[in-house]
């Protein structure tokens, strides 16, 4: 089956600074690459998400990158703020099956 | 409904009771998931469901563990005889349909504490 690895675990940074968060997964066959947010006592939520026909996807602050023939994808925010602290989950669909996701990255952002 | 609605939101409840989660997906949306997540970890897939079938249930980690849905819509997941193990959080999301490329929205889960 998939096998998605998500790094760091934790990440602290500075206010303004950026992060960057990035997983590799080894199934060839997935197209499609979700990023969620989970806010403390919350459900996951969706943030971002790219599909492999591109390899970069723009949000404001929030930007996904996709290297197909590496097999990863990464989670770039810039101008952090203290409510981008979370849990980040990347997450990658096998051919023909369900959603498996990283194991998240605890990010903190400081004041 | 407007998103995905789960009950309870925390249940406390003794080793060796059962326990029932309730899920409501979103009006419309033909796939259902069930993940359990432990504190500090990450979401471990349990069971899906398109329409009323689930075609998936490698995930459910014994049998005092089962799930249903009917009428497309309602799912409960049963939990038998629980341990201590089961604590976590259960969270229900759902999808238009099952498939690449669609987007899995979840609900706020279900906190389980077993005592």
């Known amino acids: 089956g998939e096998n998605v690895e998500q790094h760091p675990s934790t990440l602290s940074v500075q206010e303004g600074d950026s992060a960057v968060i990035k997983c590799t997964y080894s199934?060839?066959?997935?197209?499609?690459f979700p990023w969620y947010k989970q806010e403390l006592g919350k459900g996951p939520q969706l943030i971002i998400d790219i599909r492999s026909n591109v390899g970069e996807k723009k949000d404001q602050r929030i930007a996904v990158t996709l290297n197909k023939t590496a097999k990863h994808f990464s989670l770039h925010i810039t101008e952090t703020q203290p409510e981008d602290s979370a849990v980040y989950f990347c997450a990658a669909p096998p051919s023909g099956s369900r959603l498996t996701f990283g194991e998240g990255t605890q990010l903190t952002v400081n004041p | 409904g407007a998103g995905v609605s789960q009950s309870p939101s925390n249940k406390v409840t003794e080793k060796g009771k059962d326990v029932e989660l309730r899920c409501d997906p979103i009006s419309g949306h033909t796939a259902l998931y069930w993940y359990r997540q432990r504190l500090g970890q990450g979401l471990e897939f349990l069971i899906y469901f398109q329409g009323n079938s689930a075609p998936d249930k490698s995930g459910l980690p014994s049998d005092r563990f089962s799930a249903e849905r009917t009428g497309e819509s309602v799912s409960t997941l049963t939990i038998q005889r629980t341990q201590q193990e089961d604590s976590a959080v259960y969270l229900c999301a759902s999808s238009l349909t099952w498939g690449f490329g669609n987007t899995i929205y979840f609900g706020e889960g279900s906190w389980l504490t077993v005592v």
């Open positions: 199934d060839s066959a997935s197209n499609y």
